[in-house]
């Protein structure tokens, strides 16, 4: 398939794109659509030349914003389009062609996303309208993770729960572990066992052995496993009752407080972005400093975990804003785990900085770090699933 593929990212209130031409060394185009349904509703996106542009969009919907999406591709018209979907249920082990029955389970799986799943199916249903001709992939943030073995994926919970209501981890970030960890194969020249650690806005690790997800940090919802950004990551399960019973709080106010105003944010008492806690902790701020020391510790506590899934391990891989751009926070992860016998090369950890690709180690365990790329993952998934599907 020579033609670009369209990568969709469809949120409640927004649209992320990319055109990923089959080429690696052609340019992208890509773009986000947010405050859809508002009178502020705007596309800002980057042509084929790297230049920004940006459209009012007022009142604009999923299928206004598509239509004016395609109509500032310049003339390149996609051969399918690839759509990110957050849940795949235990149904979807992989990407799949989208047909009617395939939108009936992605609607069947929205209780375990409510806030993603039908949001990402209004970009499925917009764009099926749309351009009905295309083929439509979808490429679920789960599927990486159903190589788990039952050992990783089931909780310590009464059986029924697991089978009559899928309570289970799934895992997500499931195209960031994929990519990272077979780009790290094709750059050690193994089919290794590898810790990837995904630390964006939202953080995880998962461990890879030979191509495979074994184990993972987040579960039932990305809630569980690591400090991030805003999620408070692992907590007491007992936190909740308790909250609940001594302080009145409702469902939605532990939901909230759990999900948007913990992490970083809640631990430093001032921002849920590194940068600014770097430069702040480096002024002295006592918050700060505790945010990005809980936060170090976690990875490394949760890689350590990880490791027990790996009958070897060959390295540890870092991407995401702060995995490819914080050295520190990398040396720091690092530095908690003296027994993995790694050293780290300081010199090559601070030089491999906005989205480079580089090895960061003296020896030991290998070190890498890559940039993570989401749509390109997609779309090569979509691009491997239409060729098999027409040979
Ligand atoms: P992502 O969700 O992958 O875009 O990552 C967002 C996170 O990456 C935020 O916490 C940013 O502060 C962090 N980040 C991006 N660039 C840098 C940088 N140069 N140094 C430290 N953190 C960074």
Known sequence: MHAPTLVINCGSSSIKYALIPASAESPRQFGLAERLGSAEAILNGTDGRGESFARALPGADHATALETILGCLEGQHPGAVGHRI?????????AVLIDDDVVAEIEATAALAPLHNPANLEGVMATRTLFPQLPQVAVFDTAFHQSLPPRAYRYALPEALYRDHGIRRYGFHGTSHAHVSSRADALAGIRGGWLTAHLGNGCSTCAVWQGESLDTS?????L??????????????????????????????????????????????????????????????????????????????????????LPRLDGIVFTGGIGENASAVRQRIVAALPHFGIALDDDANDATVRGREGRIDAGGPQLWVIPTDEEGRIALETRQLIEEACA
């Not at 795949?88 to 082990?93: A, K, L, S």
């Not at 987040?218 to 990305?222: A, I, K, R």
């Not at 944010?265 to 590194?274: F, Y």
């Open 224 to 309: 569980e496993g690591l400090v991030m950004g805003t999620r408070s990551g692992d907590v007491d399960p007992g936190l909740h009752a308790h909250l609940a019973r001594q302080l009145g709080w409702s469902l939605d106010d532990i939901d909230r407080v759990l999900n948007r105003d913990s992490g970083l944010v809640g631990l430093s008492g001032l921002s849920n972005d590194m940068r600014e806690l770097e430069q702040a902790a480096s002024e002295g701020h006592a918050g700060a400093r505790l945010a990005i020391e809980v936060f170090c510790y976690r990875v490394a506590k949760s890689l350590a975990a990880l490791s027990c899934a």
């Open 218 to 222: 987040m579960g039932l919802t990305p």
């Open 86 to 94: 957050v849940h795949g249920g235990e149904r979807f082990t992989r």
